[in-house]
């Protein structure tokens, strides 16, 4: 089983996710018919027929889910599709499945926050799964639909390469492959298409067949150079913040040149290939969304609730975030219009669970 880092990547308080996620819960909104169509017209549900009376339960898992509120939301939507599509049939007469959902992400996550805001009317049960999704999370043929949501992008690790000074992939002074060497995006790539054949892998042990699964992560649009894409360039921004931190003698230059940050975006390419390669799903539904335009200091509070977790942990409980982050506010601000909203795309994929590999 790979093992993905086991830090906080969200921030807390005024930069926690749950208070810097509208960005997220936009894509979520803006796929829920998507989610319907795919449900609809996708999802096989003919292995609830059975002679036997026994209760029928449809497993359910959202891999990321942070600490809420936008996992709820995603759930919801999708109970209220599966729900809908059984009572169209009626395969199980008057009856529907019991839901069961799993909320899955690091066991350095804040369950308790997650459990405490779990919707008082919701109509499942709910389990919280700690662990990495890289690896198996749960027993066979146990679910019928995955949903995972700005999340897969995330690496199970920063590439060796990459840390090793010794490697032409090293990145002196740099914390992504934005502006990197061809080595560096080279070693993200291959890290990034090794994490992904493992989550694939695990998933297919996992769904049923005919199950679902559903991805949305930002990736990189086809025809732009990744320099260009615009979440990417804000990670450059950030790391010339470092930098300048590092010149003022604030930080040191060795502490930036091993700090990278572990997410890859890709283009429809390179994840329609990885599947493809992995054999076990079909793709049943490719789709982007465009990205809303963020205003600087919105930027700034998305990237540092993502971040802020993985920096203290590098840098210490006493590294100045607020300095950091007010910074790349401003670098933003300055550089807003080489900032192109166009270069910048979320990814919509469903997967459909082949009858075997």
């Known amino acids: 089983m790979a093992n993905q880092p086991e830090y906080r990547m969200t921030g807390s308080g005024n930069y926690s996710y749950s208070g810097n996620s509208g960005f997220q819960r936009t894509a979520i909104e803006a796929t829920k018919g998507l989610i319907n169509k795919a449900i609809s017209e996708k999802l096989e549900i003919s292995n609830f027929v059975s002679s036997s009376n026994s209760p029928k339960i449809f497993g359910l898992a959202d891999l990321g889910c942070s600490e809420g509120p936008n996992t709820f939301l995603a759930v919801q939507n999708i109970v209220d599709a599966v729900e809908l599509k059984f009572k169209h049939h009626m395969l199980l007469g008057p009856q529907l499945p019991d839901f069961h959902v799993f909320f899955n992400d690091m066991s350095s996550n804040d369950f308790n926050k997650l459990f405490t805001s779990l919707p008082p009317e919701r109509k499942y049960y709910a389990t919280g799964v700690p662990g990495s999704f890289h690896g198996r999370l749960f027993p066979s043929a146990s679910l019928h639909f995955v949903h995972s949501s700005y999340s897969v992008h995330m690496l199970s690790r920063v590439p060796k ?23 560096t995006f080279k070693a993200y790539e291959a890290q990034y298409l090794k994490d992904m054949e493992n989550f694939l892998d695990a998933r297919a042990r996992e769904v049923v067949h005919g199950g679902l699964v559903a991805l949305i992560l930002p990736g990189c649009p086809i025809g732009i150079p990744y320099s260009q894409v615009f979440i990417i360039k804000g990670l450059e921004l950030l790391g010339s913040c470092f930098m300048d931190m590092a010149k003022k003698g604030i930080i040191s230059e060795e502490k930036v040149d091993s700090f990278n940050i572990p997410i890859f975006f890709p283009s429809m390419q390179q994840l329609e290939a990885v599947v493809k390669r992995n054999g076990c799903f079909s793709i049943e539904m490719m789709d982007t969304i465009p990205q809303p335009k963020l205003k600087p200091k919105v930027f700034s509070s998305t990237l540092r609730s993502g971040v802020e977790g993985m920096t203290k942990k590098h840098f210490g409980d006493e590294f100045d975030l607020d300095m950091l982050f007010d910074l790349l506010s401003k670098k933003f601000e300055e550089s807003f219009s080489n900032f192109d909203p166009e270069k910048a795309v979320t990814q919509f994929v469903v997967l459909k669970r082949k009858d075997s590999k």
């Open 161 to 183: 390469e990459v840390e090793n000074k010794n490697s032409p992939a090293w990145n002196k002074g740099r914390i992504h492959y934005g502006n990197a060497s061809d080595e």
